[in-house]
């Protein structure tokens, strides 16, 4: 029960951040997933020959990022890793989707980026009680709007990254126009970090 194989990294002195990363059942099983999933991409894009490298390349940085999301246990690294899964999605979208449609990538960004500034908003609130555990945010006592305004803010965040109305469009888009089966994979497994968020 609980986090399991703790470690602590001090980052900053002054503003004093600190990086943890453990792990839990639910976290492990989601990380064997992924990387399941992952590996059967990798071997249905073994005879792709374009672009190879940049395919290779940013799929395995974001099997990293996700991990490392998946791993986090603290609210300031869980907020870095849900956003570093951001580029290279972006640049796999970009190199394997259609090029011809910029506006979808554009519509990707903007939905993402959203969730970002209300993700930032609810750190900022939350870093006052010091760089909490993922496991004790549930317990910090906020005043009404302050707490109104701290889970209003990570509700967004998460759900700006599931395909549900009003996001629901993004993910649709960016997926009928990616032949790559690797890349498909990889862009169908984001939604999967927002639901993950809020259930964390």
């Not at 839990?24 to 374009?50: E, P, Q, W």
């Not at 888009?173 to 890349?183: G, T, Y």
């Amino acid at each position: 029960d609980g986090w399991q194989v703790v470690e602590k990294f001090s980052w900053m002195k002054s503003p004093e951040i600190e990086l943890v990363f453990g792990i839990d059942i639910f976290s492990l099983m989601l990380i064997a997933a992924v990387h399941l999933a992952v590996l059967l991409g990798m071997v249905g894009v073994r005879g792709n020959t374009y672009r190879q490298k940049a395919l290779v390349v940013f799929s395995l940085m974001f099997l990293s990022m996700i991990s490392g999301y998946f791993l986090a246990s603290d609210f300031f690294s869980f907020y870095i890793f849900f956003e570093a899964m951001l580029l290279p999605l972006f640049m796999l979208t970009g190199i394997f989707g259609d090029v011809k449609k910029q506006q979808v990538l554009y519509r990707f960004f903007l939905y993402n980026l959203l969730g970002a500034v209300f993700l930032f908003i609810a750190l900022m609130i939350l870093y006052n009680y010091q760089n909490v555990s993922i496991s004790e945010v549930g317990r910090i006592v906020l005043s009404g709007r302050g707490e109104l305004l701290v889970w209003g803010s990570v509700f967004i965040a998460f759900l700006s990254r599931i395909p549900v109305w009003p996001f629901h469009y993004w993910i649709s888009s960016v997926n009928v126009n990616i032949s790559n089966p690797l890349v498909f994979i990889i862009a169908n497994i984001m939604p999967l970090s927002g639901v993950y968020g809020l259930i964390r």
